[in-house]
């Protein structure tokens, strides 16, 4: 980081473009905001066939909402179907504690009606945790649905369940098993077992049907996610939280792809689906839908106001009399902590999302991760990774620093040239190319280092916004969460000071009015860098103090070695 016009123009422009994103997820859809709430009625996108007549496709939550639309020509093979969906937190429930999660699940259809994350809290040293799963009102709904369905009565998410006990604590197992029963009254019998592990957010899901009728009994697994999404926080400059993507998310197998619930080809959704999940996501947390693996299932998204539906429903299974089968599938719920998701599902760890640099955001929060590991604090393993980088730069660095060294000893004959052609400036120009090319020296040499770190930057910006690894981590002193700007903006004001003695080791601009805005630029920016997270502040304070200390070694050497030659 030697030439400071390169520098600071493209940091600048990088902060422009950081803020526009935030501006256009705050501001941009705006407009379509009020269409979403003319969105496609309920069910029209059901599927063919029985299995979507008997899973109702309404959004609400009120016993009094009018009946779901049947698919054409479905309503007399599935003559079980319910037509609203109750009020699930009225229902009884089991109430489930781990040492990660404290739960809440409707006996009215195993329904996930409440999930806090002990682990997070929703404001640093507060003791209220982060809740996920809410039932409490239509502004906060947030339910995820799983049920068999088929032709005729089946374990939907409007059935009831019963359970041996309504209270389970995990206490020092390594796993907690919580089994709801169903059954039909005619032979067959159906448990729905959940299976919540030590530390892990994943739950795993299996049912279990035991046949004992005289006839084969069809039924084919799904799960709903149902939310409403609340739009982004607005900010008038910039917004951290309202910068990372909210809501639905699928993977197909192959691709990642984020969906908008305004959007009306998203809205349409409906494809099959292999090794795949569908989730819904939100700053530094996820829900998650993992079908089992090898499975052929439909992925499907509704939207209706600020409120979506993104369901899977898979394969419709015969089991026939006299015989067992299982169906089941994998669910989380929690923070994107990268290595729980990796082993969750297929490529789930990819809803930590670090867009367009993930191909170097991904290697840098492995190495961070690797050095916090060695010292157990994200503040120090930023320095350190920092500095990592600035050895691996080295090389490029120290030939930009020798040439920005070199221009400074040539600043008073750049000068006498100034005089000599101020009133011509093209023999101006020809007379400095000409001093350059004897000197051996290349002007734009300063830019190459800083072209490629600037992706870096970028890149430890989605690092520090969307690793729930470092949400309220703490550095030190004032310094509690690296996620979060610098509270006194202590921080921004060391990067000014910085900025300003790395201008004054570097050669002045020869144009006045330029040097004289190149000047200010070290306090332009640390004001607006201000209001990024105090880790991207670290980072820069860290490279540039490292950047000073690299140039002024350089000139040291460099101004010693002209004077010897002088001598």
Same mark, same amino acid.
């Given at each position: ?45 059901? /599927? ?7 899973? %109702?496709? &309404?959004?609400?939550?009120?016993? &009094?909402?009018? %009946? ?15 037509? =609203? ?16 999660? *404290? ?31 809410? #039932? ?6 947030? !339910? ?25 604590? +995990? ?9 709801? /029963? ?58 951290? @939280? ?9 993977? *197909? ?38 079908? #089992?693996?090898?499975? /052929? ?27 067992? =089968? ?34 170097? #955001? ?29 050895? !691996? ?5 120290? =030939? ?34 000409? !001093?350059?090319?004897? @000197? ?41 969460? +690296? ?60 490279? &540039?103090? +490292? ?18 030659? /002088?001598?």
């Amino acid at each position: 980081m030697n030439n400071p016009r390169v520098m600071v123009w493209l940091a600048f422009a990088a902060v422009l473009v950081l803020n526009y994103e935030a501006w256009v997820h705050d501001y941009g859809a705006a407009d379509n905001a009020a269409a979403t709430h003319a969105a496609a009625p309920a069910g029209a996108h059901a /599927t063919s066939g029985n299995l979507d007549s008997a899973v %109702p496709q &309404t959004f609400s939550t009120d016993t &009094t909402a009018p %009946p779901a639309a049947a698919a054409p020509g479905t309503a007399s093979t599935a003559p079980n179907a319910p037509s =609203a969906e109750p009020a699930v937190s009225a229902a009884p429930h089991v109430h489930v504690r781990t040492d990660v999660l *404290d739960m809440d699940i409707s006996l009215q259809g195993g329904t996930l009606q409440k999930a806090d994350l002990l682990r997070y809290p929703k404001v640093k040293g507060g003791t209220e945790p982060v809740r996920l799963m809410n #039932a409490d009102s239509e502004d906060s709904l947030y !339910l995820l649905k799983t049920g068999l369905a088929g032709p005729g009565e089946h374990p939907t998410q409007f059935a009831t369940f019963t359970a041996p006990n309504l209270d389970y604590v +995990l206490g020092r197992a390594r796993q907690l098993v919580v089994p709801l /029963t169903w059954t039909d009254g005619h032979g067959v019998t159906v448990t729905k077992t959940f299976t919540f592990h030590r530390g892990d957010y994943r739950i795993d899901l299996l049912y279990s049907v035991d046949n004992r009728s005289s006839a084969p009994w069809q039924a084919a697994i799904y799960a709903q996610i149902l939310r409403y999404d609340p739009p982004s926080a607005r900010s008038m400059f910039f917004n951290v @939280e309202g910068n990372a993507f909210h809501g639905p998310a699928i993977y *197909d197998g192959t691709k990642y792809r984020k969906l908008k619930i305004d959007n009306a080809d998203d809205r349409q959704l409906a494809v099959k689906v292999s090794n795949g999940w569908l989730a819904a996501l939100q700053h530094h947390f996820v829900s998650a839908i993992v079908p #089992a693996a090898d499975t /052929t299932n439909r992925f499907t998204l509704s939207a209706q106001g600020r409120q979506f539906q993104l369901a899977t429903m898979g394969s419709l299974r015969s089991v026939a009399p006299d015989t067992t =089968a299982t169906f089941q599938e994998t669910l989380f719920v929690g923070p994107k902590l990268q290595a729980d998701l990796e082993t969750a599902g297929p490529r789930l760890e990819l809803v930590a999302d670090y867009g367009v640099l993930t191909i170097i #955001a991904r290697p840098l929060f492995w190495l961070l991760g690797k050095v916090h590991a060695l010292f157990g604090n994200w503040g120090v393993a930023i320095i350190v990774v920092t500095f990592l980088l600035k050895l !691996l730069f080295y090389p490029l660095s120290e =030939a930009s620093g020798k040439s920005m060294a070199k221009m400074k000893t040539l600043s008073p004959r750049i000068k006498n040239l100034q005089e000599t052609y101020k009133d011509d400036k093209e023999k101006l120009g020809r007379a400095m190319m000409e !001093l350059y090319k004897r @000197e051996k020296i290349n002007p734009v040499a300063g830019c190459l280092p800083i072209i490629i770190q600037i992706p870096v930057f970028l890149a430890f910006y989605w690092v520090l916004l969307e690793s729930v690894e470092m949400r309220q981590a703490p550095f030190v002193g004032w310094i509690n969460d +690296l996620s979060s700007r610098d509270p006194y903006f202590i921080l921004p004001a060391i990067m000014a000071g910085a900025m300003l003695v790395q201008y004054k080791l570097n050669p002045t601009p020869p144009d006045p009015i330029q040097a004289k805005v190149f000047m200010i630029m070290p306090l332009v920016m640390s004001v607006t860098f201000a209001f990024f997270p105090a880790g991207l502040v670290l980072y820069w304070v860290t490279n &540039t103090l +490292l950047s000073i200390a690299q140039q002024w070694n350089i000139n040291r050497r460099i101004g010693a070695a002209a004077a010897k030659k /002088t001598a």
